[in-house]
């Protein structure tokens, strides 16, 4: 079959999104539509006094202005974290209460204090500049380090000192004795600079009440509408389950910003009653960079020992990782679970070690952007390995490779099982296609022009298809994390598949297609991907975590094993043949070895006319699943980035980049290779370009690209891309997931390319041009003083 | 709240009887600071008076040994032109990178100028040359014209015309952009003019473009990047930013002086 497990089919959804018919959240009008606008905090840290709400209330055309007090007095519960992490003293982690509309105290620039529904967007925002509120200002808080000082203002009263947990993972004497036998400890202190995650569709709502019915609706950009509806639901009590119907229609992208319930929907939600009008509101750049959650924003040190022989001996790492605000819903899990388990990356640690602090400042909510934890631990595992080679005068390949895993079910001090893999066959294939050998040549011949060249690798893994729900339950996961699928042939034999996974850019409506055609031997165009309505899917967690291939794709071939187990039956009964002895080929569902067979769309018709079914059977072709994932998958690869300095100016050219991964089976090798560039853009990004910036106040310096440095194609090279197999052995299908790996593995290749470059590791993300300018002068200024 | 009334007057006269009975107009020359200014709320002029209908004030010509830039002349029109391109290239290849294509053909010389960015191109371009601005009044030489950030001599109801730029012997213009915006960050701008070398700094200064008179001494002696490359810049008076601070920046000052003397080769 031309269309199915390894195909470059193209993008079906494409012709609608090249053409501009997609319909996203903000196309959609309905009658009697209102419009919404916040009236947000100025300031990052203030008591509320009052809000005078008259003159836009005045105001021809303003509907409503409404506070948090009415929101809370109508019963809106407070925003949550759905991840419990506790503190290793045992006690639980310290969330903040988070009103969708702040009530007395307001903790970011940003902060929604009130809203008005009008007749027209522009007059909402009208209004909303002449609500009156008055503040009195705080002392404000915005750096990690700060937050954990003596005397720091206080954030949230149950929050002692900003603290929000303070946990641990890992055996830490052993830690230690590993670090104390090292021949050699490399020691470092690594930033993961804070980065604002810039869908290129922002956030919107569009919230409908039906009063006779007293049902809502939601459109929203969400990467998890059934995650939305159970939240929404459950704990901010909009409506219950079955009064309240969730849609994500098409979505311009998430990478993690759109998994998290935020103040608006919920906002929205509860105006369209208040009012009796539906209520729209569409985020702008400005208020994106304003309230999207952000990501990252790690301070670490770090202590990697070696033996004599540069095997590792012991990791020890000290993280602070600054929340921002408020607890967004998956805030917790990122610097614990999803970060520090990985911290062995695809090396043999025998001793391990990790302490993570989570602190609050008044800044925007941090929590999961586009590989969530995972980069920061492979960004710090990588450096150190870098750094470590550089101080123990060994090839970082090499040294790599001495403590490359090469045993599989392989279990590491934190937590992990990596079920496969092939670490040396990664590195070989990107040393191979990197022409590393060539590399000192290319160096000499860099520097006749004047340009200091270097090279930076990179190993890194990452746990995916996120994930068993007993295992995250046992954790604090406050979901199961499973998915669900409904595969439904209809009586002419075209077939639609209901997904709980959420397609924002992935490419679902072809790959779950592709995967379909293949195993019932149907043409593609014949497929039907259908997701993101609560309505007419079952049920569903969503996409994120790298989870749609190796968990969404697994439930529809559970699905599919159904189905295709009632096709045999009813063509064996049929064609008066054993089940066993009937195949799904060609087109066609026949008897092995002979003529026998029926067209597949006369097996589908079959099952709904019924006339002639084994006895006993239900009349019907359609089949659900849930399918929960036995383990984390784990994708791994390497990365090779070479890069030239211009001394000069300190600007950097990445001159060749290859990426090695390990995807275990790729359903479509044109869209993983897609969500490899992207994530490498991404990634490039945080290396080299994106950062958050408040100034001390609390005010957002980086609040548009005049100042926020989002990666454009004359900052990207050409990728050298390669795949190297091992198939996951824990799913049917055998995936690991690539939606993340690019921004995983590219920022450590990135600076390390820089550092070897410029001869000195300290170096920070992003690595501006000023920032590596300032890197050479203080490298220059230190040789000059030796 | 944020009322406006768009006139587009087909002359001179029309448009500034037009500042001077208004509150508080505002020029439209090409819209690229102005509009996104009013959509964030940060200007609400009562009236915007667009001079693009003005027919006199648009089009490249040479007179003497000059050329005349019409005020309304777009930035696409400047890179593209066949007399600038032979009379002034370094002034072609300016107009060339200012921001995208969509921005080159809406943004103008004459607003360009008139906004006085302290990090947009053409002010370096004006003052390294030895501009003269012309103006419904009156002509100002460049030095007289800018008048610091954002601001210059121009009274509320006085419009730029045409600027005309003298003939320079040789020129150049090196740009270190800032990586978010693409504005300047540091753009020197070189020129070996009748009246001696020139030199203009754009993007750096605390007070908008500025002339470095170190630079212009150095390259008087010895029009070389070498003998630019050998002049100590102060990073006094210059900008510090999450971008760049004063020390970059003027070690950027430095390196671009180098880089528009070579171009000028």
């Given at each position: 079959?031309?269309?199915?497990?390894?195909?470059?089919?193209?993008?079906?959804e494409?012709?609608r999104f090249?053409?501009?018919k997609g319909k996203y959240t903000d196309d959609i009008?309905?009658?009697?539509?209102?419009?919404?606008?916040?009236?947000?905090?100025?300031?990052?840290?203030?008591?509320?006094?009052?809000?005078?709400?008259?003159?836009?209330?005045?105001?021809?055309?303003?509907?409503?202005?409404?506070?948090?007090?009415?929101?809370?007095?109508?019963?809106?519960?407070?925003?949550?974290?759905?991840?419990?992490?506790?503190?290793?003293?045992?006690?639980?982690?310290?969330?903040?209460?988070?009103?969708?509309?702040?009530?007395?105290?307001?903790?970011?620039?940003?902060?929604?204090?009130?809203?008005?529904?009008?007749?027209?967007?522009?007059?909402?925002?009208?209004?909303?500049?002449?609500?009156?509120?008055?503040?009195?200002?705080?002392?404000?808080?915005?750096?990690?380090?700060?937050?954990?000082?003596?005397?720091?203002?206080?954030?949230?009263?149950?929050?002692?000192?900003?603290?929000?947990?303070?946990?641990?993972?890992?055996?830490?004497?052993?830690?230690?004795?590993?670090?104390?036998?090292?021949?050699?400890?490399?020691?470092?202190?690594?930033?993961?600079?804070?980065?604002?995650?810039?869908?290129?569709e922002?956030?919107?709502?569009?919230?409908?009440?039906?009063?006779?019915?007293?049902?809502?609706?939601?459109?929203?950009t969400?990467?998890?509408?059934?995650?939305?509806?159970?939240?929404?639901?459950?704990?901010?009590?909009?409506?219950?389950?079955?009064?309240?119907?969730?849609?994500a229609p098409d979505v311009g992208?998430?990478?993690?910003?759109?998994?998290?319930?935020?103040?608006?929907?919920?906002?929205?939600?509860?105006?369209?009653?208040?009012?009796?009008?539906?209520?729209?509101?569409?985020?702008?750049?400005?208020?994106?960079?304003?309230?999207?959650?952000?990501?990252?924003?790690?301070?670490?040190?770090?202590?990697?020992?070696?033996?004599?022989?540069?095997?590792?001996?012991?990791?020890?790492?000290?993280?602070?990782?600054?929340?921002?605000?408020?607890?967004?819903?998956?805030?917790?899990?990122?610097?614990?679970?999803?970060?520090?388990?990985?911290?062995?990356?695809?090396?043999?640690?025998?001793?391990?070690?990790?302490?993570?602090?989570?602190?609050?400042?008044?800044?925007?909510?941090?929590?999961?952007?586009?590989?969530?934890?995972?980069?920061?631990?492979?960004?710090?595992?990588?450096?150190?390995?870098?750094?470590?080679?550089?101080?123990?005068?060994?090839?970082?390949?090499?040294?790599?490779?001495?403590?490359?895993?090469?045993?599989?079910?392989?279990?590491?001090?934190?937590?992990?099982?990596?079920?496969?893999?092939?670490?040396?066959?990664?590195?070989?294939?990107?040393?191979?296609?990197?022409?590393?050998?060539?590399?000192?040549?290319?160096?000499?011949?860099?520097?006749?022009?004047?340009?200091?060249?270097?090279?930076?690798?990179?190993?890194?893994?990452?746990?995916?298809?996120?994930?068993?729900?007993?295992?995250?339950?046992?954790?604090?996961?406050?979901?199961?994390?499973?998915?669900?699928?409904?595969?439904?042939?209809?009586?002419?034999?075209?077939?639609?598949?209901?997904?709980?996974?959420h397609s924002h850019g992935?490419?679902?409506e072809?790959?779950?297609?592709?995967?379909?055609?293949?195993?019932?031997?149907?043409?593609?165009?014949?497929?039907?991907?259908?997701h993101g309505?609560?309505?007419?899917?079952?049920?569903?967690?969503?996409?994120?975590?790298?989870?749609?291939?190796?968990?969404?794709?697994?439930?529809?071939?559970?699905?599919?094993?159904?189905?295709?187990?009632?096709?045999?039956?009813?063509?064996?009964?049929?064609?008066?043949?054993?089940?066993?002895?009937?195949?799904?080929?060609?087109?066609?569902?026949?008897?092995?070895?002979?003529?026998?067979?029926?067209?597949?769309?006369?097996?589908?018709?079959?099952?709904?006319?019924?006339?002639?079914?084994?006895?006993?059977?239900?009349?019907?072709?359609?089949?659900?699943?849930?399918?929960?994932?036995?383990?984390?998958?784990?994708?791994?690869?390497?990365?090779?980035?070479?890069?030239?300095?211009?001394?000069?100016?300190?600007?950097?050219?990445?001159?060749?980049?290859?990426?090695?991964?390990?995807?275990?089976?790729?359903?479509?090798?044109?869209?993983?290779?897609?969500?490899?560039?992207?994530?490498?853009?991404?990634?490039?990004?945080?290396?080299?370009?994106?950062?958050?910036?408040?100034?001390?106040?609390?005010?957002?310096?980086?609040?548009?690209?005049?100042?926020?440095?989002?990666?454009?194609?004359?900052?990207?090279?050409?990728?050298?891309?390669?795949?190297?197999?091992?198939?996951?052995?824990?799913?049917?299908?055998?995936?690991?997931?690539?939606?993340?790996?690019?921004?995983?593995?590219?920022?450590?290749?990135?600076?390390?390319?820089?550092?070897?470059?410029?001869?000195?590791?300290?170096?920070?993300?992003?690595?501006?041009?000023?920032?590596?300018?300032?890197?050479?002068?203080?490298?220059?200024?230190?040789?000059?003083?030796? | 709240?944020?009322?406006?009334?768009?006139?587009?007057?087909?002359?001179?006269?029309?448009?500034?009887?037009?500042?001077?009975?208004?509150?508080?107009?505002?020029?439209?020359?090409?819209?690229?600071?102005?509009?996104?200014?009013?959509?964030?709320?940060?200007?609400?002029?009562?009236?915007?008076?667009?001079?693009?209908?003005?027919?006199?004030?648009?089009?490249?010509?040479?007179?003497?040994?000059?050329?005349?830039?019409?005020?309304?002349?777009?930035?696409?029109?400047?890179?593209?032109?066949?007399?600038?391109?032979?009379?002034?290239?370094?002034?072609?290849?300016?107009?060339?990178?200012?921001?995208?294509?969509?921005?080159?053909?809406?943004?103008?010389?004459?607003?360009?100028?008139?906004?006085?960015?302290?990090?947009?191109?053409?002010?370096?371009?004006?003052?390294?040359?030895?501009?003269?601005?012309?103006?419904?009044?009156?002509?100002?030489?460049?030095?007289?014209?800018?008048?610091?950030?954002?601001?210059?001599?121009?009274?509320?109801?006085?419009?730029?015309?045409?600027?005309?730029?003298?003939?320079?012997?040789?020129?150049?213009?090196?740009?270190?952009?800032?990586?978010?915006?693409?504005?300047?960050?540091?753009?020197?701008?070189?020129?070996?003019?009748?009246?001696?070398?020139?030199?203009?700094?754009?993007?750096?200064?605390?007070?908008?473009?500025?002339?470095?008179?170190?630079?212009?001494?150095?390259?008087?002696?010895?029009?070389?990047?070498?003998?630019?490359?050998?002049?100590?810049?102060?990073?006094?008076?210059?900008?510090?930013?999450?971008?760049?601070?004063?020390?970059?920046?003027?070690?950027?000052?430095?390196?671009?002086?180098?880089?528009?003397?070579?171009?000028?080769?």
């Open positions: 079959m031309s269309d199915g497990i390894g195909a470059r089919v193209k993008r079906k494409d012709k090249i053409t501009g009008r309905v009658d009697n539509q209102a419009y919404a606008a916040f009236v947000r905090s100025p300031h990052a840290h203030a008591k509320v006094v009052s809000i005078d709400a008259s003159g836009a209330e005045a105001m021809e055309g303003v509907l409503a202005v409404l506070n948090g007090a009415q929101l809370t007095g109508d019963g809106i519960g407070n925003i949550i974290c759905g991840w419990a992490v506790t503190s290793k003293d045992g006690s639980p982690m310290n969330m903040g209460a988070w009103s969708a509309l702040a009530t007395e105290h307001v903790r970011y620039a940003g902060d929604a204090v009130a809203v008005v529904i009008a007749e027209s967007q522009s007059l909402a925002r009208l209004a909303a500049e002449a609500v009156e509120v008055e503040y009195e200002e705080l002392p404000v808080l915005v750096s990690t380090l700060d937050a954990l000082a003596d005397g720091a203002v206080q954030i949230h009263e149950n929050a002692p000192g900003n603290l929000i947990y303070d946990w641990e993972i890992g055996d830490a004497a052993a830690a230690d004795a590993g670090l104390a036998a090292a021949a050699h400890v490399t020691e470092m202190e690594i930033t993961n600079n804070r980065l604002s995650p810039n869908p290129m922002p956030r919107s709502a569009l919230a409908i009440h039906d009063e006779a019915e007293d049902h809502y609706t939601l459109y929203t969400s990467q998890n509408p059934h995650v939305a509806r159970l939240v929404l639901s459950a704990f901010y009590n909009v409506a219950p389950e079955h009064k309240l119907r969730v849609i992208g998430g990478f993690g910003s759109k998994i998290y319930i935020y103040p608006e929907e919920i906002t929205c939600l509860w105006a369209s009653m208040k009012t009796g009008r539906s209520v729209k509101w569409t985020s702008d750049r400005s208020e994106a960079f304003l309230t999207d959650a952000h990501g990252r924003d790690h301070i670490s040190t770090a202590k990697m020992g070696f033996d004599a022989e540069g095997r590792i001996t012991g990791l020890k790492v000290d993280t602070i990782a600054n929340f921002g605000a408020y607890m967004s819903l998956f805030s917790s899990a990122v610097p614990t679970y999803l970060y520090a388990t990985l911290l062995s990356g695809q090396y043999n640690i025998a001793n391990i070690h990790a302490n993570v602090r989570a602190v609050y400042t008044n800044t925007v909510p941090v929590d999961a952007y586009r590989g969530a934890g995972r980069p920061e631990a492979c960004y710090l595992v990588e450096r150190m390995m870098e750094t470590a080679a550089r101080e123990l005068g060994k090839d970082p390949a090499e040294l790599r490779r001495i403590n490359f895993i090469q045993e599989f079910p392989h279990e590491t001090p934190v937590i992990m099982t990596y079920d496969a893999g092939d670490f040396d066959g990664n590195m070989d294939k990107a040393q191979a296609a990197a022409d590393t050998a060539g590399f000192p040549a290319r160096k000499a011949e860099a520097a006749a022009r004047g340009k200091l060249r270097g090279i930076g690798y990179s190993a890194y893994i990452e746990a995916c298809g996120i994930a068993p729900s007993a295992a995250v339950g046992s954790l604090g996961a406050g979901v199961g994390l499973w998915e669900s699928a409904e595969v439904r042939v209809n009586p002419v034999g075209t077939v639609e598949i209901l997904t709980g996974s992935q490419g679902h072809t790959t779950f297609a592709q995967i379909v055609a293949e195993r019932f031997s149907i043409p593609i165009e014949n497929v039907q991907v259908v309505d609560t309505d007419k899917v079952q049920f569903g967690m969503g996409t994120y975590g790298s989870r749609s291939g190796a968990v969404g794709m697994s439930a529809i071939v559970k699905a599919m094993d159904k189905v295709e187990a009632k096709v045999k039956k009813i063509a064996a009964h049929t064609l008066e043949a054993s089940e066993e002895d009937i195949v799904i080929e060609g087109g066609e569902v026949k008897v092995a070895g002979t003529d026998k067979a029926m067209a597949w769309h006369e097996v589908g018709l079959a099952a709904y006319l019924a006339h002639n079914l084994p006895e006993g059977m239900e009349p019907g072709l359609k089949e659900g699943a849930f399918y929960d994932p036995v383990n984390f998958t784990f994708p791994a690869g390497v990365y090779i980035a070479e890069v030239e300095v211009d001394p000069e100016t300190g600007v950097t050219e990445i001159v060749q980049f290859t990426a090695a991964d390990d995807f275990g089976t790729i359903i479509n090798p044109m869209i993983v290779e897609g969500q490899v560039h992207g994530g490498i853009a991404q990634g490039v990004g945080q290396a080299m370009l994106e950062g958050v910036h408040y100034d001390q106040d609390g005010q957002l310096l980086t609040g548009s690209y005049m100042d926020y440095t989002m990666p454009r194609a004359d900052d990207l090279p050409s990728y050298t891309l390669e795949h190297n197999t091992t198939v996951c052995p824990n799913n049917p299908l055998g995936m690991k997931g690539c939606g993340e790996a690019g921004a995983i593995g590219t920022p450590p290749a990135i600076i390390n390319a820089i550092t070897d470059a410029i001869g000195t590791n300290d170096l920070a993300m992003p690595a501006t041009p000023h920032a590596v300018w300032r890197a050479l002068q203080a490298a220059s200024v230190a040789t000059a003083a030796e | 709240m944020y009322q406006t009334k768009y006139h587009k007057p087909d002359s001179l006269e029309a448009a500034i009887a037009l500042l001077s009975s208004s509150d508080e107009a505002k020029v439209l020359a090409g819209g690229h600071t102005l509009l996104p200014t009013m959509k964030n709320h940060l200007a609400a002029p009562s009236d915007v008076v667009d001079i693009r209908g003005i027919a006199n004030l648009h089009g490249i010509c040479e007179d003497g040994g000059s050329i005349v830039i019409g005020a309304t002349t777009t930035h696409a029109e400047v890179a593209d032109s066949a007399l600038v391109l032979s009379a002034c290239p370094a002034l072609a290849c300016l107009a060339a990178g200012i921001g995208d294509p969509a921005v080159r053909h809406a943004g103008t010389i004459g607003g360009s100028l008139a906004n006085n960015d302290p990090a947009a191109d053409y002010p370096a371009a004006a003052l390294g040359l030895g501009a003269t601005i012309v103006t419904s009044q009156r002509e100002l030489p460049a030095e007289d014209f800018f008048d610091g950030m954002f601001t210059t001599a121009l009274e509320d109801d006085e419009i730029i015309t045409a600027i005309r730029f003298p003939k320079a012997e040789a020129a150049g213009y090196a740009k270190f952009p800032n990586p978010a915006s693409r504005y300047a960050m540091v753009g020197v701008f070189v020129a070996k003019t009748s009246g001696g070398v020139r030199v203009a700094v754009t993007g750096a200064g605390e007070d908008g473009v500025f002339r470095h008179d170190g630079l212009e001494a150095a390259l008087a002696g010895e029009f070389s990047p070498e003998a630019a490359g050998s002049v100590g810049i102060s990073p006094d008076g210059l900008l510090s930013d999450l971008h760049g601070d004063a020390e970059y920046r003027a070690n950027l000052i430095s390196v671009m002086a180098k880089r528009a003397v070579k171009a000028v080769a």
